[in-house]
């Protein structure tokens, strides 16, 4: 099957600071991925949808100027957590689709906002 | 109502067993339907993915799909421990470039030994 991969799988930062995670479709191109969160126990939350060379699409209630996401090329897609709060400590996880509309979900990067 | 709906569980299956997951979507026009499983702490895995009305098979799993009902499911035969997870029913919304992937909240599956 197809690869997504994603960069850090952890991270720990201060509060204020920011953070950027890459995803990246390693054995196809993906004109779209997907952001999502993840709390404990919880279902996953669209975040935000990305394509490539146009401005993301961000779901309702969700802050694009604190959640930039940039998709500059087929094969990355990236997620900045800007001015990172407790709150924003969670599970995040990107997918990447395929031509046959199938998603492939990279293995998720938990941040731990001190 | 949800845009997709599954049972939370948790679903207790004893091991050798059947297990059935169901789920149903709201939006008649949707083409794509896939399970997936999560275990805790770590992302989704595609199980399976369906397209048309019947059943689809791939080891020891099996989706059916009834568009008409607007219903998916998915069986597990000869469950084994391993299988213990929490599966998420999706259903693909909207067309082409602007289409995405609707999640249900997933159902608990444990195989009990």
């Known amino acids: 099957g197809a690869v997504v991969s994603q960069h850090p799988s952890r991270v720990i930062c201060k509060s204020g600071t920011s953070v950027k995670i890459e995803c990246r479709s390693l054995d196809f191109q993906a004109t779209t991925m997907f952001w999502y969160r993840q709390f404990p126990k919880k279902s996953l939350m669209l975040m935000a949808t990305s394509n490539e060379g146009s401005k993301a699409t961000y779901e309702q209630g969700v802050e694009k100027d604190k959640f930039l996401i940039n998709h500059a090329s087929l094969t990355l897609s990236t997620l900045t957590v800007t001015s990172a709060h407790p709150e924003d400590s969670s599970f995040y996880i990107c997918s990447a689709r395929d031509y046959t509309d199938t998603q492939y979900f990279g293995p998720g990067t938990r941040l731990t906002v001190l | 109502q949800k845009e997709v709906e599954q049972n939370s569980g948790p679903l207790s299956v004893p091991e050798g067993a059947i297990a059935s997951l169901n789920c149903t979507y709201s939006d008649r026009v949707s083409q794509s339907f896939f399970w997936y499983r999560q275990y805790s702490g770590k992302s989704p895995e595609l199980i399976m993915s369906i397209y048309s009305n019947g059943d689809k098979e791939d080891g020891r799993f099996t989706a059916q799909l009834n568009k008409a009902s607007q219903y998916v499911s998915l069986l597990i035969r000869d469950s084994q421990p391993s299988d213990s997870a929490t599966y998420l029913c999706?259903?693909?919304?909207?067309?082409?470039?602007?289409?995405?992937?609707?999640f249900g909240s997933g159902t608990r599956l444990s195989i009990r030994p």
């Open positions: 999706a259903v693909n919304k909207g067309y082409s470039s602007a289409s995405k992937i609707i």
